[in-house]
């Protein structure tokens, strides 16, 4: 299946065509290049502008779409990773550690995915064993004790849902994480940055503020999933994406979401240095909204947020 934006791309590679021959070549194509960049333009906003939830999802699941890791190392001045849940293991699906943000400590936990198919494999496509949980609510409850703003990146299909994971507590991990972090007496910013798939999203997402990139998804299961169950028929999974209401518009309007970070046109692969700028402006905000609340104030908080949905 091409993807929904493939004109916009094929304009952009003859762009980028015509501008290495002229260098090249010597040649001028001055007159041609700013035609096909006005054409480009226009058909940026008639695609871009007109997206359902599938091309959402598409622009979500981008192989190039920036990482946990991509972030840190733009938004933060200086990032420290650790590693380990303290009971003999490390998952490389969730990184986190301590870095400075705008000048303030916080501890930075995140999904990663590889970049490669070697990497995929090291990290398990993104998708965290119990250890990754654990290791998570470690590095949470370090930053409880030394008074450190929380920030978590969501970018997962979900849990890893083999048998090793579950007979190592895969479902109490994610439990677990869901009852501390409820009470955790700093402040929790979540960011959506690409898929937030079922409880393996949920397991570092229990938040004060949840932020979303434009084209990212937060969903209880893929649209796949959806379809196959309710129709027999994963094929049908751009019908389900649409009746599912996962995207971050439609999660904005149900006050799931508490904001929108807007992306790069065409998606935040496209520019990741932009992309990060975007990110760090909206959430050095929401934090400075936080920072100054009582423990007591953020309790009560967060939980009326969550009481509040579905309403």
Request: glycine fraction near 10%.
């Amino acid at each position: 299946m091409q993807p929904f934006d493939q004109p916009v791309i094929a304009l952009r590679e003859k762009i980028l065509e015509l501008h290495d021959m002229a260098e090249t070549q010597g040649l001028d194509f001055k007159e041609e290049l700013q035609l096909l960049e006005e054409r480009l333009h226009r058909l940026e906003l008639d695609i871009y502008g007109n997206m359902k939830a599938w091309n959402r999802v598409q622009l979500a699941r981008h192989p190039e779409r920036p990482t946990t890791l991509d972030y840190i190392e733009s938004i933060c001045e200086d990032f420290i990773e650790l590693h380990g849940d303290r009971h003999g293991y490390d998952d490389a699906a969730i990184v986190g550690g301590i870095g400075t943000l705008n000048g303030r400590p916080v501890t930075i936990i995140g999904h990663q995915r590889g970049k490669d198919t070697k990497e995929n494999i090291r990290r398990n496509f993104g998708m965290p064993h119990p250890e990754g949980y654990r290791k998570a609510l470690r590095l949470m409850q370090q930053a409880e004790k030394f008074n450190r703003p929380i920030i978590t990146f969501i970018d997962t299909k979900g849990a890893y849902p083999g048998r090793a994971a579950e007979e190592r507590g895969q479902s109490e991990a994610i439990a677990k994480n869901l009852f501390e972090m409820a009470g955790m007496t700093v402040p929790i910013i979540s960011i959506v940055i690409g898929e937030g798939g079922s409880g393996g999203a949920l397991g570092i997402g229990v938040c004060d503020q949840l932020l979303m990139l434009e084209n990212s998804t937060y969903s209880v299961i893929s649209p796949e999933g959806a379809a196959a169950l309710l129709w027999k028929d994963a094929s049908l999974a751009e019908k389900a994406a649409e009746s599912m209401k996962i995207t971050a518009p439609d999660l904005l309007r149900l006050g799931i979401a508490d904001a929108i970070i807007p992306e790069v046109v065409g998606g935040a692969h496209l520019d990741v240095s932009l992309q990060a700028d975007k990110l760090k402006t909206v959430l050095v905000q929401k934090l400075e909204s936080l920072v100054h609340l009582t423990k007591e104030e953020l309790i009560e908080q967060r939980t009326e947020k969550y009481h509040q949905i579905g309403t």
